[in-house]
């Protein structure tokens, strides 16, 4: 049976059905809450959402391209079969959100809260996170490439078994980070990050 879209004052109202599509272009959805809610597919375009919160929805399918979230809470969101492009996300909670391997494409982070996010087998191209908290965060497997890390806190994060091309975490903190040999090829650290591993990896640094 074919799933008609939500609409639009329904959304804004947070009043979702047991089965709904959210299909938005060039709008802008402020102050909504669909906290727990699970949706068949969300698909957006050329939007702008402004404290709009998504923690612990289930989302089963969707794509958004050319959007800003700003302020928006993600926090345990669970995507499938999902995909970001062009898309920017700023002083956004997205802790613990599970991304189920989503391809995110041109985006940015910038001073989000991304501890304890599962990015396990994600892929990332030509992206950035800016000033944000990847504390715990995992990588698992996933596939990153053009993608810079700066001024973020990436202590503890996992990136075992993750294919880095081109990516630089200059100005980070990465004290504690699981990296395999393997990974480090095609990444650019500064000096202290050199040296910390150095250490990690049994490495001895001599003048």
Do not use: H
């Amino acid at each position: 049976m074919k799933k008609s879209a939500l609409n639009i004052s329904k959304l804004e109202k947070g009043q979702l059905d047991d089965s709904v599509v959210i299909d938005l272009e060039f709008k802008r959805i402020t102050g909504v809450d669909i906290s727990g809610r699970k949706i068949d597919e969300f698909r957006a375009e050329r939007c702008l959402f402004e404290e709009v919160a998504l923690s612990q929805a289930e989302i089963a399918e969707g794509r958004v391209a050319d959007c800003t979230f700003s302020k928006c809470n993600f926090a345990g969101v669970e995507l499938n079969d999902f995909l970001f492009e062009r898309s920017e996300f700023k002083s956004s909670w997205m802790q613990g959100m599970q991304t189920g391997g989503t391809p995110f494409r041109d985006c940015s982070f910038t001073a989000c809260k991304l501890n304890s996010a599962n990015f396990r087998y994600a892929i990332f191209k030509d992206c950035v996170f800016d000033s944000c908290v990847l504390q715990e965060s995992d990588f698992l497997g996933a596939d990153l490439k053009n993608v810079d890390f700066i001024n973020c806190d990436l202590r503890e994060s996992q990136f075992s078994q993750s294919s880095l091309k081109e990516v630089s975490f200059k100005g980070s903190q990465i004290e504690g980070m699981f990296l395999g040999q393997e990974s480090l090829q095609e990444v650019t650290v500064d000096t202290a990050q050199a040296i910390y591993l150095a250490s990690v990896f049994g490495l001895k640094v001599e003048d």
